[in-house]
């Protein structure tokens, strides 16, 4: 549990260092800010209080980080088959499903990623791992909002 302390305290500064010069910059209002600090407390809480990993979770993160450093090496199928080595292992992972996700979409199977990343929400909803995946959900959602008004726009002017 120290060790999970000590990893998280320096986040949990940076975090709060992050907030406080976009309260500074007046980007946020002094309740925005208020929540934000304690969005990232109850994210150190969690992390502190949660549970040792179980060894099937250690060893699907064995594999998810095999698969990350795939991913970022742009090699996504090869990421995609380490991601899912790691949800056979631990099917509750959400993070593993965030970014098997990632590599579904770079490999332009938006159906399946929009499933993972919703998956990883349902999941695990309080977490980190399931708030990047929302944003990857509504940032998916948005890019289709445009892409349909803009084909109304054009079928208008047609």
Not at 26 to 44: D, I, N, P, Q, Y
Not at 140 to 150: D, I, Q, S
Request: hydrophobic share 35%; proline share 4%.
């Amino acid at each position: 549990m120290l060790s999970t302390i000590k990893k998280q305290v320096p986040r949990l500064g940076e975090n709060i260092k992050t907030e406080f010069n976009s309260l500074r910059k007046r980007e946020t209002s002094l309740a925005g800010f208020g929540k934000a600090c304690s969005g990232h407390l109850v994210t150190l809480w969690r992390e502190i209080t949660k549970p040792p990993a179980t060894q099937e979770r250690k060893q699907a993160i064995q594999y998810l980080q095999v698969g990350i450093k795939l991913y970022n090496r742009k090699r996504f199928l090869d990421a995609l088959h380490a991601f899912k080595r790691a949800l056979d292992i631990d099917p509750k992972y959400s993070r593993a499903h965030l970014y098997y996700g990632n590599a579904q979409y770079k490999l332009n199977n938006p159906t399946e990623a929009i499933a993972s990343w919703e998956f990883a929400v349902r999941v695990d909803p309080e977490s980190e791992t399931a708030r990047k995946a929302q944003d990857r959900l509504d940032a998916l959602n948005t890019k289709n909002k445009r892409a349909l008004h803009e084909i109304k726009e054009h079928l208008k002017n047609a």
